[in-house]
């Protein structure tokens, strides 16, 4: 653990992984559980009717929706694309298909991870033996 500063207040706090401290951390949860229980209450509003109704701002409801705790009904979303190929989505950065793919690639590379590759300037072999 180390010493950091809120990214929103600017104090300095005992870093657990989060960018806030404890105290704006709360006030962040407070307002996605306000935009939550207002589309539980009103599913088919639009996202400008939740940001005016909640007074939290566009920008952090898409946030939400990226992060994956928020999702788009069906059939309502103008929002939301896959990052990768630009399908519209419900919620994530990534549709389903290209975040399969992702994560094939992913364990793909990790697995050739400590395979020798040659440099392209001497031709020799290099090793990754152990980053920790």
């Not at 180390?2 to 401290?21: E, T």
């Not at 404890?22 to 009103?42: D, H, M, P």
């Not at 007074?55 to 309502?76: A, F, H, M, P, W």
Request: aromatic letters at 8%.
């Amino acid at each position: 653990m180390g010493v950091r500063n809120c990214n929103k207040c600017g104090k300095i706090y005992n870093y657990d992984g989060f960018p806030y401290c404890s105290r704006c951390r709360r006030e962040e949860e407070e307002l996605f559980q306000k935009v939550k229980a207002y589309i539980y209450n009103n599913p088919d509003a639009t996202i400008q009717e939740v940001s005016e109704e909640t007074e939290v701002s566009t920008k952090k409801i898409l946030n939400y929706l990226r992060q994956g705790r928020l999702e788009v009904k069906d059939g309502s979303n103008l929002i939301l694309d896959c990052e990768r190929c630009g399908q519209a989505i419900k919620t994530g950065r990534f549709c389903n298909k290209c975040a399969y793919e992702l994560g094939r690639e992913l364990v793909g590379a990790i697995k050739n991870d400590n395979k020798p590759f040659r440099t392209k300037k001497t031709g020799r072999n290099m090793n990754v033996k152990d980053r920790r």
